[in-house]
């Protein structure tokens, strides 16, 4: 399911591009996306195998209203392949490739207390630099941390926390014992 949702992910997104319509079809998406998980009703019609795919293409043309015709066109086709129960997996692709476009770097600052505003602007900026890519920076406060800061960028992480030097020291007496 995870590659039928990659392929039908980057289809859309060239269409997106070449349209110029990449930050629109992924705010659409994530509208029909969340009014899917709102609505059974919704989630019944679309993902049963009882409706047929041109019931569920004309009743998507009904529904829809104020969505772009590529992306009421991607849903119809969606319908049609019977590949409408993959729409979230859709989405979560599309929202990679949205961010690879425009180099977000997804960046997690975990630390025991609260940050100054300067600080995590100061790791922000210093982590764009070794990248070159624009951080979306979370910062989070987990008072198991201890002291120090876990810093993760993407799927690297970097554990500069008091609780990390710990286990690691544990790690070295154990291996030594």
């Known amino acids: 399911m995870e590659e039928i949702a990659r392929i039908y992910a980057q289809s859309l997104f060239e269409a997106a591009v070449d349209r110029e319509k990449v930050d629109q079809i992924k705010a659409e998406l994530t509208t029909f996306s969340q009014a899917v998980d709102a609505s059974e009703d919704l989630r019944l019609f679309l993902f049963s195998p ?3 795919g041109e019931e569920k293409r004309d009743g998507i043309a009904r529904i829809i209203d104020d969505a772009s015709p ?3 066109n991607f849903l119809q086709l969606l319908a049609e392949k019977h590949r409408l129960p993959a729409i979230h997996r859709i989405k979560d692709q599309y929202e990679v490739l949205w961010a690879e ?3 977000l770097l997804p960046v997690t600052v975990t630390s025991a207390v609260e940050l100054p ?3 995590v602007e100061k790791i922000a900026r210093s ?3 070794q990248t070159g890519r624009k951080v979306e920076l ?3 406060v987990d008072d198991s941390v201890i002291g120090g800061i876990v810093l993760q960028v993407g799927n690297m992480v970097l554990d500069a926390s008091i609780r990390g030097r710990l286990d690691r020291l544990r790690k070295q ?3 030594n014992a």
Do not use: I, N
Request: aromatic share 20%.
């Open 70 to 72: 590529e992306f009421v």
């Open 117 to 119: 505003q300067e600080t």
């Open 138 to 140: 979370d910062g989070r």
């Open 101 to 103: 476009h425009y180099k």
């Open 127 to 129: 982590v764009e630099a």
């Open 50 to 52: 009882y409706f047929s």
């Open 173 to 175: 007496v154990t291996a």
